[in-house]
């Protein structure tokens, strides 16, 4: 095949000689340099490899195409207005090492970040470094340790987590070299305060706890639990992924956490999923603020610095001062929310009561409680057609939907979890109670054709054991 580098002159029947050449890139550049033999390049135009790639992000779904009703994940409608200011170029082109002096309106924005977030958190200081929800776990657990290893009282080794609990809770405790303990849920979905108190002597340092909990139901007895936690010299950590549940109404402080990480990415805009960037900000009371990692932002007279002086400071727990662009989105947001928080908290509560209470009965509702931002249903009613959980999910994609979080949290049986955020409208939410009843509806009259789906989808059906057997990993 001919490269640019190869044409000939053009013949245009009256001069062999003339050759565009010269008015081309090639033309400017001295032949000496110019490549002799083509580089082996597929020979594709502009516009084919456009519909190629706008052919492969049609095959993609995502929040711009239909529902997304993933439980423990938020955050799925971000304004593009966000996108558009962490794009901004003075925020893109700093460079992390410049100088205070070049960085104050990067540094300004995260100062008043930390402002705000102490404020919706009701903590006394805020560190902005770690870049996931588990990250901040585990800048919290190295906190617990330093300050327990502080006060001389290294007997504290076990850390404490509900059997509700998020992997990610036991995982970060481990790996700062406590040993877990479980705590049971009662009957209604919540720590079980008996089984609990059996658990406390001076070896406990902490419980790690959400709430509302992976369930989507409040803790009632969080106040007798701080209590009975701080009694026994021991702290409380305060899981924030759920955050969205409670903005404005109540705060962790209130409660009794002594520390707590918030997921930026769940709460405060920024698209999430596949692993992408986040944040996980972490606040702690008083007491812990010389624990935080360094540096943390500080304003002097003079303007905004970086403070590295930290006295107990557990050190760094990431390069630089965390994911910048993931701290600019959750500002705007903030900013532009205002008081309107609370009215998202509250929508996202009434939104999953409202498709709980239109789906419990044909889909069975282990806990029946009032829920907050999320509720889990389970499969079980659907097991007897020879259809379970995964069936279901799989049947949901024949919609147009997203498939909701399964198998999570694992005190659920064919957990089915279901979180339809703020910022769906009552017609969708209609819509995706409908398919659900569908569904149901199907498994009983003809479980058969349900377990053959997905048949919409770029990918069908598949046979999972022969896919993990033998894996096809090219693209064809
Ligand atoms: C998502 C989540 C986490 C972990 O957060 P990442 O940002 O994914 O690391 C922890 N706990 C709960 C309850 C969660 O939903």
């Known amino acids: 095949m001919k490269t640019i580098f190869e044409r000939p002159g053009i013949n245009l029947g009256v001069n062999n000689e003339f050759s565009y050449d010269d008015i081309n890139l090639a033309g400017q550049i001295s032949s000496e340099l110019l490549r002799k033999d083509a580089i082996g390049l597929p020979q594709l135009s502009e516009l084919e490899v456009m519909r190629h790639y706008k052919e492969l992000s049609d095959r993609n779904f995502c929040i711009e195409k239909g529902f997304y009703p993933l439980g423990s994940c938020t955050m799925k409608y971000n304004p593009k207005v966000n996108e558009l200011l962490a794009s901004l170029e003075g925020f893109c082109n700093l460079h992390p090492m410049q100088s205070d002096e070049d960085s104050q309106g990067a540094l300004e924005l995260m100062y008043n970040l930390q402002e705000k977030l102490k404020y919706i958190t009701g903590m006394d200081a805020v560190t902005l470094q770690p870049s996931a929800g588990a990250h901040g776990e585990l800048t919290g657990m190295m906190i617990v340790k330093k300050y327990f290893e502080a006060k001389g009282e290294t007997h504290r080794n076990k850390v404490i987590i509900p059997d509700s609990a998020h992997g990610t809770n036991p995982a970060s405790a481990k790996m700062c070299g406590f040993d877990i303990v479980e705590v049971k849920s009662n009957e209604r979905g919540q720590v079980d305060i008996e089984a609990l108190n059996s658990l406390l002597d001076d070896s406990v340092a902490a419980i790690m706890m959400t709430n509302p909990n992976t369930l989507g139901i409040f803790e009632e007895n969080v106040l007798k639990i701080s209590k009975l936690m701080h009694e026994n010299g021991s702290l409380l950590y305060y899981d924030g992924a759920n955050f969205n549940a409670i903005m404005g109404w109540t705060n962790p402080a209130l409660m009794g956490f002594d520390i707590v990480h918030i997921n930026l990415h769940k709460t405060f805009s920024t698209p999430h999923g596949g692993g992408g960037p986040g944040a996980g900000p972490v606040g702690v009371k008083e007491y812990l603020q010389d624990f935080l990692p360094s540096p943390v932002i500080r304003k002097s007279e003079s303007g905004f610095y970086r403070d590295y002086d930290i006295k107990h400071s557990i050190g760094k727990v990431r390069a630089f001062y965390g994911n910048f662009g993931i701290l600019v989105r959750a500002y705007a947001y903030i900013l532009m929310m205002g008081n309107e928080l609370k009215l998202a908290s509250a929508d996202a509560v009434l939104n999953a009561n409202y498709i709980k209470e239109k789906l419990k009965g044909v889909y069975e509702l282990p806990y029946d409680e009032p829920c907050m931002h999320e509720f889990v249903l389970s499969g079980e009613k659907q097991h007897h057609?020879?259809?379970?959980?995964?069936?279901?999910?799989?049947?949901?994609?024949?919609?147009?939907?997203?498939?909701?979080?399964?198998?999570?949290?694992?005190?659920?049986?064919?957990?089915?979890m279901i979180e339809p955020t703020e910022s769906e409208s009552k017609q969708v939410l209609d819509e995706f109670i409908k398919i659900m009843l569908k569904i149901a509806r199907e498994i009983e009259e003809n479980p058969e054709e349900v377990l053959k789906s997905p048949k919409t989808t770029p990918v069908k059906k598949i046979d999972e054991t022969l896919a993990a057997r033998q894996p096809n990993l090219t693209f064809k």
């Open 385 to 416: 057609q020879g259809v379970s959980t995964i069936g279901i999910a799989k049947r949901l994609m024949d919609s147009n939907c997203h498939p909701p979080t399964v198998y999570f949290p694992l005190i659920v049986h064919e957990a089915i």
